[in-house]
């Protein structure tokens, strides 16, 4: 894919909504700040640049790098950021897709997302109720809430220690997952978040090191992440999350009773950890230092791609690659 840019440009990611694929990232002039920048296409094939708009008189905001993108109701949100400020912290805004397709940055004080609590505003989701940002305070995991991504709302989880790397937004239901804090002697365990409006959260732990990437599929939420030294799934089923697969990735075999015991392991577990995780044609499709599809989340096969992956993106019949500084689009399942 060409992405029209003038001078060079960092990727960041990638999503679809509706009939329209986005990438978002910056624009990179030798010497000089970054500049936000998004680009948007029908087809995949002729792509072209989304009017940025930041908030007058924002100082960070001409200066974000985009580096997170979801879809909700058929209009897209973004996370972007710029380090500043005395100690070169994060500085976070949101941005949000007017009518007209501009991406316009909204206005928020700075303790929304930063302050002395802050710790990370990671990734933004969506979903029918609305969109939800994973991060973290000092207090513990947080999600950033809004409807239609003008106004973001911030609720805390309340478990210290413990920390949210994604989450997902369902009809009427938020979920954040990640890791538990550890227990004096003992480490850290996969956990999900489940709230009906942000303000109570009911925990479920799951037997992992910890969960990094959530998605629907075929109408189940499925959580990615670590187990042992490898990556394996685990799907919500009847309100109760179960390992997927067969075969446990360290080898250490299976449980009677399967529940978070069973897991089809794949790939090997890398700092970054699966980055991103989307469904394509039908499977599911998880990026770490490679990239991995499976059918049901079970048995996963390694996809070859053209460049180190940063993220992906799909559609019904679609894969979108997202590297450093490049795209691809294979039009059929991997």
């Not at 989304?50 to 905001?61: A, K």
């Not at 501009?102 to 609305?130: N, S």
């Not at 207090?139 to 210290?160: C, M, N, Y």
Request: with cysteine; glycine share 16%.
């Amino acid at each position: 894919m060409t992405l029209p840019a003038a001078v060079p440009k960092v990727l960041r990611d990638a999503v679809r909504c509706g009939s329209r694929w986005w990438v978002v990232g910056a624009l990179q002039p030798a010497g000089g700040d970054p500049r936000p920048a998004a680009w948007d296409s029908a087809d995949g094939r002729t792509w072209r640049s989304v009017t940025i708009m930041p908030h007058p008189g924002s100082f960070y905001g001409p200066r974000n790098v985009l580096y997170s993108v979801a879809c909700a109701n058929g209009r897209i949100a973004v996370i972007g950021a710029q380090s500043g400020g005395a100690h070169g912290n994060p500085r976070t805004s949101t941005w949000y897709q007017r009518p007209d397709g501009a991406l316009a940055e909204v206005p928020a004080p700075f303790e929304l997302y930063g302050g002395d609590e802050a710790v990370d505003v990671g990734r933004i989701v969506g979903g029918p109720g609305g969109f939800l940002i994973a991060g973290n305070r000092t207090s513990g995991p947080a999600a950033w809430l809004s409807r239609d991504g003008t106004r973001f709302v911030r609720h805390e989880v309340g478990e210290k220690g413990a920390l949210a790397r994604d989450g997902a937004v369902l009809d009427s239901r938020y979920f954040l997952i990640g890791a538990a804090a550890p227990a004096s002697g003992q480490v850290a365990g996969g956990v999900v978040w489940e709230s009906a409006d942000g303000t109570r959260w009911a925990r479920s732990p799951v037997e992992a090191v910890e969960l990094q990437r959530l998605t629907m599929f075929h109408g189940n939420l499925i959580a990615v992440g670590q187990r042992g030294d490898a990556f394996a799934a685990w799907r919500r089923d009847d309100g109760k999350w179960v390992a997927v697969g067969g075969g446990d990735p360290s080898g250490g075999g299976t449980r009677a009773g399967g529940e978070d015991a069973a897991v089809g392991g794949f790939g090997r577990v890398t700092p970054t950890g699966v980055r991103s995780l989307t469904v394509a044609a039908g499977k599911l499709v998880a990026s770490a230092d490679r990239v991995w599809s499976s059918p049901d989340g079970g048995s996963w096969t390694e996809i070859a791609v053209p460049a180190g992956p940063v993220a992906v993106a799909g559609s019904d019949d679609a894969l979108l690659l997202i590297g450093a500084d490049r795209a691809w689009l294979a039009r059929r399942a991997p």
